[in-house]
């Protein structure tokens, strides 16, 4: 597997593939780290290796706003230590992490866009991108839904742990086949929420995977799961 950075006007990233294998026409998945986590964090590395090693497919992963090596505005930090201060006091934080992170999927939405765009004009054999997917949960969600319903472009995307009626409008224009991942303990996310949110996606062919347990404790069958939707929906690599 070949890991490469970049930085696009200003937004770092990182691109892997196969160790020697052209770029062009390879199915290509788009990874949306969580909140407070990062292009190279432990679980956007794991989804990196399953899409590279087990399927043969590229991926690349940004730097969300305020996140990993990109610089934090004002807004960021107060955000941290308001939602700091709401979970000392065991307050509820869903309505404060909706406002703050769909105004950062407002800035990333473009940002992957010319991400795609870049990789198109890099190809090495003129071919362009074969089929893209997103596989992004939590934060991931928040920028992926509206990307997956701007971007003609994305072809299938796995999303969850996540569901706030801002989210609806934008659920509502996904048109692509989704694998949508809920915790039924999650403490961040209300359950009622998640479960409007699937309903609202305008997928014709949409799956909900409820498991027990918290936010961080999506069981591994799970993600195995995912990467048989996304084999099944981009294609085999060659």
């Known amino acids: 597997m070949t890991q490469r950075r970049f930085i696009l006007d200003g937004v770092p990233g990182v691109l892997w593939q196969p160790d020697g294998l052209p770029l062009g026409g390879r ?70 992490v909706a406002r703050h992170t769909a105004a950062l999927a407002e800035r990333a939405v473009p940002e992957w866009v010319a991400v795609l765009d870049a990789l198109d004009a890099l190809d090495e054999r003129a071919e362009g991108l074969g089929p893209v997917g997103f596989w992004g949960l939590s934060l991931g969600s928040v920028v992926g839904i509206p990307l997956a319903a701007a971007e003609p472009r994305v072809a299938a995307a796995v999303f969850g742990l996540t569901g706030h009626a801002s989210q609806t409008e934008a659920a509502g224009r996904v048109g692509v086949p989704v694998e949508f991942l809920l915790q039924w303990d999650d403490a961040l996310v209300p359950r009622e929420g998640a479960l409007a949110l699937f309903g609202a996606l305008g997928s014709r062919e949409k799956t909900l995977h409820a498991n027990p347990g918290g936010h961080l404790e999506v069981p591994e069958l799970e993600l195995e799961s995912s990467e048989r939707f996304l084999a099944r929906h981009l294609g085999r690599a060659e």
């Open 27 to 96: 199915p290509l998945v788009l990874l949306g780290h969580g909140g407070g986590q990062h292009k190279l964090g432990p679980g956007s590395v794991d989804r990196a290796r399953r899409c590279v090693r087990r399927l043969g497919f590229a991926a690349v992963a940004l730097d969300a706003p305020g996140h990993g090596e990109r610089p934090r505005s004002a807004q960021d930090e107060r955000f941290a230590t308001e939602i700091g201060e709401l979970i000392a006091a065991g307050r509820p934080v869903s309505a404060w």
